[in-house]
């Protein structure tokens, strides 16, 4: 009989911890499941699910107000907040339902509600008293919202999103801080829900975008729905049952100072993987200047040794289809180990679904610039796309990157319509390995958004030196098409 009480012990069952919970469980059923709760996922309860039932009734709102630019007349949206967020919560319940079942099944003495942390490297304790061993150690216990500096003194005026989606009612205002992916999807969301909004973010980033061109075509959109401020500095107090923020802009050469109330202040400032509470302290396991564990991104595997990391409290791709995949690859080697393996990861994918959507595929531009690498860029302007003018969403810029020694496609950044299907198309695109020269032998319908995509690739065939530049803002209905 085994020394350990357990062959795998995997902290924490969301959407990482549960994949390493299927995969380990192919190989043992010597498993310990912990995770004192709430349970259901970042994803179905905080994240993914309920932000877009938010944005789905945001974008619902926006499509009315703008049906007069095809000469079709209506009454402005009346929102009714008190039925948006009751949709919101009753639709997120049901997704998180779907997880509960799926804990349910699980066999009765696998599952723990109880957290642990680390007494050493193969001893747990548990939160409710006892302590559990375990030959191999997945740690997936996620991330939580990270709260920076100026915001820590809000007090029960400050909200993140794992607040917003338990609202009764839509608040009047709302600041937010953090021009991230979570603080432009719910900003927008919340200003095409009536709230008023003020977003104040820092270092002049607009979500994940490193491109400095798709950058500012992004800022120069949003700045004309809301308020934004790309690098404010901001005071934050609260002032009775709202907040008041003070602020300055770094581009205002007056250093004139604003100040403006609000109701609640929205903390999109990031994350931090839950780490912090293990007692790392207690193992041997190496780990960065932030105390985190250092791992293989390609096995998952802490140094040599029998942890594995996956998920958000990896902070490596914090996006739920990696934390999934990083599951699977630490519930297969943690089962196996020592006979530990390494896993080739897909391609680079994210989309934030702000509108018009930001996607970003393989390398950035910052990537490819910092690891010196030789590349063309491609571009089109989705002003004068074709498809694009007549949806009346002709807005963005979607650039491409391809290698100059071998015309391979190796990256793309966008803000613009449909993204998140474009980006999906690149992404099979890189993953076969395809040149640029041969996605342009894929066929191309007319008119579609995905002409818009063929002028940007056509603009890195010129950059590659392999053909004539066609024009950068294109209608895609020109003689050759």
């Not at 009346?78 to 339902?97: H, K, L, Y």
């Not at 041997?284 to 140094?303: H, I, N, T």
């Not at 943690?334 to 989309?351: D, E, M, N």
């Not at 390398?363 to 610039?369: I, R």
Request: charged share 25%; glycine share 10%.
């Amino acid at each position: 009989m085994s020394e350990y009480d357990v062959d795998v012990a995997i902290l924490g069952a969301g959407t990482a911890g549960m994949a390493a919970y299927r995969e380990a469980a192919k190989l043992t059923s010597r498993i310990a499941l912990i995770d004192g709760g709430p349970l259901g996922t970042t994803c179905a309860r905080t994240g993914c699910m309920p932000s877009k039932l938010l944005i789905a009734a945001a974008n619902a709102a926006q499509r009315v107000r703008d049906t007069e630019l095809f000469g079709i007349q209506t009454q402005a949206p009346r929102v009714d907040g008190a039925a948006v967020m009751q949709r919101v919560r009753e639709e997120r319940d049901r997704f998180v339902g779907f997880v509960m079942d799926t804990i349910d099944d699980i066999p009765e003495g696998q599952m723990i509600r109880e957290n642990a942390s680390f007494e050493d490297d193969h001893t747990l304790r548990l939160s409710g008293g006892g302590t559990l061993t375990a030959r191999s150690i997945v740690i997936a216990t996620g991330a939580r919202a990270n709260i920076a500096g100026p915001l820590k003194d809000v007090g029960d005026r400050l909200v993140t999103s794992a607040d917003i989606f338990d609202w009764e009612d839509l608040p009047g205002s709302a600041a937010v801080f953090g021009a991230g992916i979570v603080g432009l999807e719910l900003g927008q969301a919340l200003h095409r829900l009536g709230v008023r909004v003020r977003l104040f973010g820092r270092d002049y980033a607009v979500g994940p975008i490193t491109d400095e061109a798709v950058r500012s075509s992004a800022a120069a959109v949003f700045e004309k729905e809301f308020p934004a401020h790309w690098h404010a500095d901001t005071k934050v107090e609260q002032e009775g049952d709202g907040v008041e923020v003070r602020w300055s802009d770094a581009d205002d050469d007056s250093a004139a100072e604003h100040e403006e109330r609000f109701d609640v202040a929205i903390a999109a400032t990031g994350r931090r993987p839950n780490v912090d509470k293990l007692n790392l302290d207690a193992t041997s396991l190496p780990r960065d200047e932030k105390g985190s564990p250092v791992f293989d991104a390609l096995s998952m595997q802490v140094g040599a040794s029998h942890i594995f990391m996956a998920g958000d409290s990896s902070a490596d791709r914090p996006l739920l289809h990696e934390a999934a995949d990083e599951g699977r690859i630490a519930g297969q080697n943690a089962a196996r180990f020592p006979a530990v393996y390494r896993k080739a990861r897909r391609t680079a994918l994210s989309i934030v679904f702000c509108e018009p959507q930001i996607a970003m595929v393989g390398a950035s531009h910052k990537d490819l610039t910092e690891a010196g690498t030789k590349f063309a860029t491609g571009g089109v302007d989705f002003a004068d796309q074709g498809r694009a003018r007549v949806m009346g969403v002709n807005s963005g810029l979607l650039r491409v990157y391809a290698a100059l020694d071998s015309g391979r496609l190796l990256g793309a950044e966008m803000f613009g319509p449909s993204a998140e299907h474009l980006g999906h198309l690149l992404a099979w695109a890189m993953a076969s390995d395809l040149t640029v020269d041969q996605i342009l032998q894929r066929p191309f319908y007319h008119p579609t958004l995905e002409e818009g995509l063929r002028t940007a690739l056509r603009n890195a065939v010129q950059g590659l030196g392999m053909g004539p530049k066609p024009p950068l803002r294109s209608i895609d209905c020109g003689p050759g098409c």
